[in-house]
């Protein structure tokens, strides 16, 4: 029957609320009536299409831990038997048919702990299993009062248990390690195979009706297949968002599988499992978690379930919700090379056929009907690629990288690559680091970074920070000699040499008012010395910018701030001192001259310094706030890489800028995230080590855990001497499949087989062959 979106469904949703959280349920062999379990809460309800009604109340005020069951199970041959799993361990059987308490027809208290799952033979009426936290399988006749076999299942916990639709006598078990057992009933020494499915507890397992596979859903967020003819393979995966608590495959559908998550989602899924990223349909009525779900006998379209939001729902297929015909039909993405990869949807519809039609209003139908998403196979669907690739540059043969040439713009990616891996974070001093930093940044054509390392050296490469001083207001307004005498000075346009002069402290008339100036300090009881600005503050003079910073544009001047943004800022070059102190010092206000006096010649001699009365308070220049607006424009332009670099060189005085921490952090995450894509796996690791920040920092402690099974028994090996298996008491798994010797260094190994060996034999193997060399399993080397 063809899985298609269109599936004729009469029957409509209905639900029922219940006392207490639901833990389980089960259906009888008519598929009417229904069973829900809880730690406080057993009943039974019948269900048609009208709805739910409750026919059984076995709990009612009895207080009893036996009553509290974590699973229940439905006979298969009588719909009066039931069976529930209990929380202290006890596995009790109940018979409808009686009145009362007789109801509990059997108790078995023989688990030493809680019980998980119980369920019944398939075609034994009497005989039933059940799997607790002790890690034993009871297999109970409930024509006994006594277990009748004991299973040891050699780990912490079996969660649960299916009989198998293909073998009578054969059940499956799947535990908290991991593993997933086959038992035969008559054999109650040691399982028949055995092997690691998850990375984590399993929690659910279950047959699929007319194909010889087992699936399972575990804690590690996947449902996977299994092939269970020979020696058990994978078939398919599926990757939930949840950690997946119980599985049941679709009658009727071959390549259907229903499931329900243990926390966070509380929708049931319907996969495809051809198509495992997806899921084909979702019931999304539960306010809680799903606890149990059941498919209505050999319907397909109704599928029941319970959780612990205390409500039953009986589901019609039609009315699930279709997560792909919502989901974002194309996608981009920008490769290392600079290239850009674009997929987009394609359909395919299911060809039916149809006879030959004369008239055009079934033309027109049929038109309409073959553009419907109905009939389109979902597993089918599938996206085409396109890729855009960069034109080739010259590349240097020596490096690899792209000849350094002045009239060649570089690529943004091959700067990016280029300055990950030459710029320094630390080793030197700051004064030396800024400088390769900037020396590295020029080589890549970064101008703008280059113009910023710069004055990250000038400012902080040689003064010693502290912490803001907050009263700067009482320094600036001390008529301080210096300060007083630069307050004073006017530009002259009419004797531009002795403004030169009055810069660099040469003429007469500049030491004379300085004199003045010191007189006056006596006076306001400054004893003539200069009062030395705060530490945490820098002054700037005209002279220490020219002598010490060299840019081409003196259009970076902007306001008193130097800009670096995104204008383009070619190579250093120093202006000559006379141009740029005209501008600095045409930018300062003027004297206002009557109207009489723009009709005079200017006079022979006119005095370059004009004392005023009247000194408004100079606000001190403090880099802090200037460096960290130049870091948040870096990253606006793109460069977070720049001005992360910036912060890590400067060490304990970036905690001088007002950045917030949530920006550096968004800083690490971004830039770690470029790294990781270009694979500059070893530059990404120094600059996690680099952090400051706690969730940086803990990038590194993530996914370092590889869990190893021994490749003669497939028991993980969960000891602290490496290879060595406690169970065989061997370290074969230590030896190389290929060569036959113990593996020293690098060790490959296949998670499917359990078997590896030298990485080097291993990629020399596996260029010829296929499977692998000790046990013939379909190995895949990449």
């Given at each position: 029957m063809p899985d298609t979106l269109e599936d004729s469904d009469p029957s409509t949703i209905s639900c029922i609320c219940v006392e207490g959280h639901a833990n389980a349920l089960a259906l009888n062999?008519?598929?009417?009536?229904?069973?829900?379990?809880?730690?406080?809460?057993?009943?039974?309800?019948?269900?048609?299409?009208?709805?739910?009604?409750?026919?059984?109340?076995?709990?009612?005020?009895?207080?009893?831990?036996?009553?509290?069951?974590?699973?229940?199970?439905?006979?298969?041959?009588?719909?009066?038997?039931?069976?529930?799993?209990?929380?202290?361990?006890?596995?009790s059987i109940w018979d409808l048919s009686k009145f009362g308490r007789q109801k509990q027809s059997l108790v078995y208290n023989e688990h030493e702990r809680t019980a998980h799952t119980v369920t019944f033979h398939s075609s034994e009426p009497n005989i039933l299993i059940s799997g607790s936290q002790d890690g034993t399988i009871k297999c109970f006749d409930i024509r006994s009062d006594k277990s009748v076999n004991t299973y040891?299942?050699?780990s912490e916990s079996v969660r649960d248990l299916k009989f198998s639709p293909h073998s009578q006598n054969v059940f499956s078990a799947v535990s908290e390690n991991g593993t997933v057992q086959l038992w035969d009933m008559r054999k109650c020494d040691k399982c028949m195979v055995q092997f690691t499915a998850h990375s984590g507890p399993i929690y659910t397992c279950d047959w699929h009706p007319t194909r010889n596979w087992l699936a399972t859903g575990s804690r590690d967020k996947q449902i996977k297949v299994w092939n269970m003819d020979g020696r058990a393979s994978l078939e398919y995966t599926i990757h939930t968002i949840a950690v997946v608590s119980r599985v049941k495959w679709r009658p009727e559908r071959t390549y259907?599988?229903?499931?329900?998550?243990?926390?966070?989602?509380?929708?049931?899924?319907?996969?495809?499992?051809?198509?495992?990223?997806?899921?084909f349909a979702s019931f999304n009525e539960h306010t809680n978690v799903t606890t149990g779900i059941a498919w209505q006998g050999s319907d397909s379209h109704c599928l029941l379930s319970t959780g612990k939001d205390s409500i039953i729902y009986k589901h019609a297929f039609k009315d699930a919700t279709r997560p792909a015909l919502k989901a974002n039909a194309q996608g981009a993405s920008l490769g290392r090379n600079g290239d850009i990869s674009f997929a987009n949807k394609i359909k395919e519809y299911a060809t039916k056929s149809s006879g030959a039609s004369n008239t055009k209003t079934t033309n027109f139908i049929s038109r309409r009907k073959s553009n419907q998403p109905g009939n389109m196979q979902f597993h089918l669907d599938h996206s085409k690629m396109y890729m855009f690739m960069l034109k080739n540059m010259n590349m240097d043969s020596g490096t690899g990288y792209p000849a350094h040439d002045t009239t060649t713009e570089l690529r943004v990616h091959e700067c990016f690559i280029g300055c990950a891996k030459e710029l320094l974070l630390s080793g030197k001093k700051l004064a030396e680091l800024c400088e390769h930093n900037a020396n590295v940044s020029k080589k890549y054509g970064k101008h703008n970074a280059t113009t910023l390392w710069n004055f990250v050296k000038l400012f902080y490469g040689s003064n010693h920070f502290e912490q803001p001083f907050e009263h700067r207001s009482s320094f600036s307004n001390q008529k301080n000699p210096m300060s007083s005498r630069r307050a004073t000075q006017v530009a002259s346009d009419w004797a531009p040499h002795e403004m030169g002069q009055d810069l660099n402290g040469n003429s007469q008339e500049v030491a004379h008012e300085t004199a003045d100036a010191s007189e006056d300090g006596d006076e306001l009881g400054g004893g003539g010395k200069q009062q030395p600005p705060p530490t945490s503050s820098v002054i700037l003079s005209e002279t220490q910018i020219i002598s010490e910073i060299t840019f081409d544009n003196f259009e970076l001047l902007r306001n008193g701030f130097i800009?670096?943004?995104?204008?383009?800022?070619?190579?250093?070059?120093?202006?000559?001192?006379?141009?740029?102190?005209?501008?600095?010092?045409?930018?300062?206000?003027?004297?206002?001259?009557?109207?009489?006096?723009?009709?005079?010649?200017?006079?022979?001699?006119?005095?370059?310094?004009?004392?005023?009365?009247?000194?408004?308070?100079?606000?001190?220049?403090?880099?802090?706030?200037?460096?960290?607006?130049?870091?948040?424009?870096?990253?606006?332009?793109?460069?977070?890489?720049?001005?992360?670099?910036?912060?890590?060189?400067?060490?304990?005085?970036?905690?001088?800028?007002?950045?917030?921490?949530?920006?550096?952090?968004?800083?690490?995450?971004?830039?770690?995230?470029?790294?990781?894509?270009?694979?500059?796996?070893?530059?990404?690791?120094?600059?996690?080590?680099?952090?400051?920040?706690?969730?940086?920092?803990?990038?590194n402690q993530h996914s370092t855990v590889m869990h190893t099974n021994c490749g003669e028994c497939g028991r993980p090996l969960g000891g602290n001497v490496g290879w060595y298996c406690d169970k065989c008491k061997s370290m074969q798994s230590a030896k190389c499949s290929v060569c036959g010797l113990i593996v020293r260094g690098v060790y490959a190994w296949c998670q499917g087989c359990s078997h590896g060996g030298h990485i080097e034999h291993l990629q020399q193997y596996f260029a010829k062959h296929s499977k692998c060399p000790k046990c013939g399993h379909l190995c895949s080397y990449s």
């Open positions: 062999k008519d598929h009417n009536q229904i069973a829900v379990a809880g730690r406080s809460l057993l009943k039974v309800y019948s269900f048609d299409n009208d709805g739910f009604t409750e026919v059984c109340n076995m709990r009612g005020k009895n207080q009893n831990l036996s009553y509290s069951a974590n699973d229940v199970a439905w006979s298969t041959l009588d719909n009066n038997i039931l069976a529930t799993a209990a929380t202290n361990g006890v596995v040891f299942s050699n259907h599988i229903a499931s329900c998550a243990l926390v966070v989602d509380y929708s049931v899924h319907v996969w495809d499992i051809r198509r495992p990223y997806i899921p800009y670096v943004g995104p204008a383009d800022v070619t190579k250093a070059l120093a202006l000559p001192d006379t141009a740029l102190h005209h501008d600095v010092q045409a930018a300062r206000p003027q004297l206002d001259l009557k109207a009489s006096d723009h009709e005079k010649s200017p006079p022979p001699h006119v005095p370059s310094i004009l004392k005023v009365s009247h000194v408004p308070p100079i606000p001190m220049w403090e880099p802090h706030q200037f460096v960290a607006d130049a870091l948040m424009l870096q990253n606006d332009v793109g460069d977070v890489q720049t001005a992360l670099i910036v912060l890590i060189v400067l060490g304990e005085a970036r905690k001088l800028l007002p950045i917030e921490d949530a920006v550096v952090e968004h800083w690490f995450h971004t830039y770690v995230d470029q790294l990781h894509r270009y694979e500059l796996w070893n530059e990404a690791c120094e600059v996690i080590n680099r952090a400051w920040v706690r969730s940086v920092r803990q990038l």
